[in-house]
């Protein structure tokens, strides 16, 4: 693939990596704002609506505050009529005004209250006194505000020690204050309103941050880009390397690979075990660079001894893959590419699921493409002979469920790559990495 058209997707990657994380990122922090935002909104609208009825229950004492002064709460009748002119809104405040108030002396006997008869929910207002409310309580706990629902009404419910003007405690007072709709209304709107800006501050941000990001990212990709490329040169190298001794041509690398990535998918495997499953092709049989011509290139059987020799190619293999951290996961298929489904494989003489999956499903490819694909000392196998050759070794030699998968997959692969020694598998390849692993450049980078 031209590197224009690789840069071109991987920058496209990275676009779409960064955009969706920034958006992701900044969704969340909305949420998280918004919830605070309210929250903090919410409280504070409480705490100015118990402020406000604790400014009229102030007014309201100091207007009786003569009478406070006196021997026995002084004139009852006077407070009485105090209380009264609250009832009628002559001295109601638009943010919320008393619909209930009761006066009493510190021997907890009432000598004045009010209802408001104007008010459509009193009857709830007197259950909810009737049930939960005992003056006693306020010798204990000095006060209590408290906001709550009746109905659709919010309310403040709240009573405190009343105090004379020398600060001598001389009774009681407990009232509830309902909250005008209109101020509750205005303040909740106000409280979204400031939440919605919050989160609106946030994904602006987000927004006018991106370019530099993209930008930064860009250049720290362009480098993990070309670090990438040459190691994927490298991986292209070293399967050559060996092919070139082996069979003296490395396309056999790039059509197994190919065979190899079609059955994970078919599989449903991750890309990440993907990645390593081409790794893995092109390097299977890396460790034959320590093997002896002598052995490597005999076309007759070899004996026992030197069958053992060659055996030594996989432990090669994993000296090999094992020295770099990049391709260190190749090595569950070059450390297990010869093991069997049924344990009579090596070199560890695994069986079933033992044996990692990506070794699995690379022994299929690698005998489908030995099978149907031409070399100096054998002709390739029609489509029926291969197959049969396969099936042959299910249970044995092969994973039966996967070589069942591959079954399904098989005629179309065979039709277009089989035996095949010109470009396009190499080229389909070169798409098949480009999908695989650019993109993943941008996971990369965004984690760093």
Known sequence: MPRPVIDSIRKSAIHRALVTRLLLASILISVCLIVVVLYVQFKNIETQTVEQALVQSERFRFSIMDELDAPGLGDHANIQRTMDKLATGRVMPTDGHFVSVRIADLDFREVAGLNDPAYARINAIHDYIHINRDLAELRNQGAWNRMLRLGDDVVIDMGYVLRNSADAPVGYIEGV???????????????????????????????ILYPAINGLLRRVAGLSGSLLHANMEILSVLGSAIAKRDSDTDIHNYRVAIYAVRLAEELGLPENEIRSLIKGAFLHDVGKIGVRDSILLKRSSLTSEEFKEMSEHVRHGMDIVSGSEWLRDAALVVGCHHEKYDGTGYPEKRSDGDIPRAARIFAIADVFDALSSKRPYKDAMNYAETMNRLMEGRGGYFDPEILDVFVRIAPVLYETYANRYDEKPRNDLKQINARYFWPDIADDVLER
């Open 177 to 207: 204050y309902v909250i005008s709709p209109a101020f509750f209304s205005k303040a909740y709107r106000s409280a979204i309103f400031t939440a919605l800006m919050v989160a609106g501050i946030v994904l602006l941000t987000s927004m």
